[in-house]
């Protein structure tokens, strides 16, 4: 340094503040964000107003309110049944990005994520100051959450016409289809992020891997072309995979991408705008989707952080394909190779059954259901049982009534099911009450229904001849000596 001049000094720092001044925003710039940091501005924002995934639309409204300050709200039209849609919009920059959530109403992970998001993106004085001016200063970000807030209000996926919103990006028959398709076409987001949850049995292809998280850069024709819009979402997807694979190694699967003309996504992306689809799926031990709303919150952040530095251009397509295949071949459990009798016979069949939700207020019950059976190894179990030299046995129902069901307590409930009784009735209780016994509660006799064939109700004993050693409730599998310790979310029927 020495050796140079002053003058000739302060020409290069001119040079170099002309150069810097120069370059656009590139990944050597901001080196990617780091998963403990999107952890932290995650913890830090998280909306505590939102704690579970049946919130409503009406719980949403004063949290919109709370960030029209910082935010640009509008409200963009009401849903069939008058309910208010609303956009919010931030940032300043050229590069126009737009995320649309819950077109499906029961599909609630990412809108949870948004309101973390909106949180972060809100506040000041923290240690993402330079991150957020980044951010500001490259994107204008406009947020759609909960596109179908009538469906929502009921946690179904369809609309109040009892249309799927995705299949309606053409026709636009629902009032909430014309509103994202007018979003689209007067904003011509470069980037669009269209934010789904799929069922939680969404496994990487022919292995037992649950996929989390499944992403899409859905196509734009028939022939799955690959041009420079959807390109682009490619490499975005390439990005948050990075993330993820440090968050749930394994746990992300690649979506389908044949054509569906009537869907928004593949549409949105034949319109021109680079379209990223997120699946939310499940994550044992996470019933509510909090940790995936976490990861949701992870992924976009880091994307937006791409999209504002062109951190993805350093992405390749091919690792897009190499982001293994999803498949639906996830079951809450496999019973291995139980036997069942007909016209004295006996058979060994798998068994794969699932337990689905039932809607009741913030939370739910499942109805247990024998899927399929036979040779069940193109089904994977969240719980797997060996059930060979165990016979189906039929349950009973209890004779007694019981007054109400806080008559009965869990231990009485197994005393019952040791004794060859499924079921008890209850006469002060209806249908729908919620329960977590681990037994079967009944208005009456009538409603008891059990077997083992494909759509039954998967209720009843394996016996190995001598004596009841595993009794299935529900759907759950409750090993009669040694029960181990399961929430049973159940109701009465
Ligand atoms: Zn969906």
């Known amino acids: 340094m020495k050796l140079i001049k002053r003058n000739q000094f302060s020409l290069f720092l001119l040079f170099l503040v002309f150069v810097s001044g120069c370059k656009?925003?590139?990944?050597?710039?901001?080196?990617a964000l780091e998963v403990a940091q999107l952890e932290q501005a995650y913890q830090e924002n998280q909306e505590a107003a939102i704690t579970h995934r049946r919130f409503?639309?009406?719980?949403?409204?004063p949290l919109i309110q709370k960030h029209s300050e910082t935010f640009d709200v509008a409200e963009l039209g009401k849903s069939v049944e008058g309910k208010s849609i609303s956009s919010l919009d931030w940032g300043n920059g050229p590069?126009?990005?737009?995320?649309?959530?819950?077109m499906h109403g029961n599909e609630s992970t990412a809108t949870m994520a948004l309101f973390d998001l909106f949180n972060f993106l809100g506040k000041t004085g923290d240690d993402f100051e330079e991150l957020r001016t980044l951010l500001k200063e490259n994107l204008h970000l406009k947020f759609i959450p909960m596109l179908n807030p009538d469906g929502s209000d009921k946690f179904q996926r369809r609309n109040a016409l009892d249309i799927d919103l995705n299949r309606d990006a053409i026709s636009q028959i629902s009032p909430e289809a014309i509103i994202l398709k007018g979003a689209r076409d007067s904003f011509e987001p470069e980037f669009g992020f269209n934010l789904h949850d799929q069922q939680i049995y969404y496994n990487v292809v022919n292995t037992p891997q649950q996929v989390t998280i499944s992403v899409l850069a859905p196509g734009y024709n028939y022939e799955r072309d690959v041009n420079d819009v959807r390109a682009k979402a490619m490499q975005i997807i390439v990005g948050m995979d990075k993330v993820l694979q440090q968050e749930i190694p394994g746990g992300v699967g690649k979506?389908?991408?044949?054509?569906?003309?009537?869907?928004?996504?593949?549409?949105?992306?034949?319109?021109?705008?680079?379209?990223?689809?997120?699946?939310s799926g499940g994550y044992v031990g996470d019933p509510e989707k909090q940790y995936i709303r976490k990861l949701n919150f992870m992924i976009i952040l880091n994307?937006?952080?791409?999209?504002?530095?062109?951190?993805y251009e350093q992405y390749t397509t091919e690792q897009y394909f190499a982001i293994p295949d999803n498949d639906l071949q996830m079951v809450d459990l496999k019973i291995n190779e139980m036997n069942v009798e007909i016209e004295g016979k006996t058979y060994p069949v798998d068994l794969a059954i699932r337990r689905n939700e039932n809607n009741a207020g913030d939370t739910y019950s499942v109805s247990g259901s024998v899927v399929d059976l036979g040779d069940m190894q193109v089904y994977f179990g969240f719980e797997e049982k060996d059930a060979s030299g165990l016979?189906?046995?039929?349950?009973?129902v209890f004779e007694t009534?019981?007054?109400?069901?806080?008559?009965?307590?869990?231990?009485?409930?197994?005393?019952?099911?040791?004794?060859?009784?499924?079921?008890?009735?209850?006469?002060n209780a209806e249908a729908g009450d919620l329960h977590n016994l681990p037994i079967l509660l009944l208005k009456s006799s009538d409603t008891f229904s059990a077997g083992w064939k494909t759509g039954s109700r998967p209720n009843f004993y394996l016996s190995d001849g001598e004596e009841l050693k595993v009794a299935i409730v529900n759907g759950y599998w409750i090993d009669l000596a040694n029960p181990e310790e399961q929430e049973f979310k159940?109701?009465?029927?």
């Open 24 to 31: 656009t925003a590139s990944d050597s710039d901001f080196p």
């Open 401 to 427: 009534t019981f007054e109400s069901v806080s008559d009965i307590s869990s231990e009485k409930a197994y005393e019952l099911l040791r004794e060859g009784y499924l079921a008890v009735k209850v006469k």
């Open 95 to 102: 590069t126009k990005v737009m995320l649309w959530s819950q």
């Open 391 to 396: 016979t189906y046995q039929e349950g009973k």
């Open 490 to 493: 159940q109701a009465v029927y």
């Open 255 to 279: 979506y389908d991408d044949s054509f569906e003309p009537r869907a928004f996504g593949d549409n949105i992306q034949k319109w021109g705008t680079s379209t990223i689809l997120i699946e």
């Open 303 to 311: 994307a937006l952080h791409q999209i504002a530095t062109k951190g």
């Open 56 to 61: 409503k639309h009406a719980d949403l409204q």
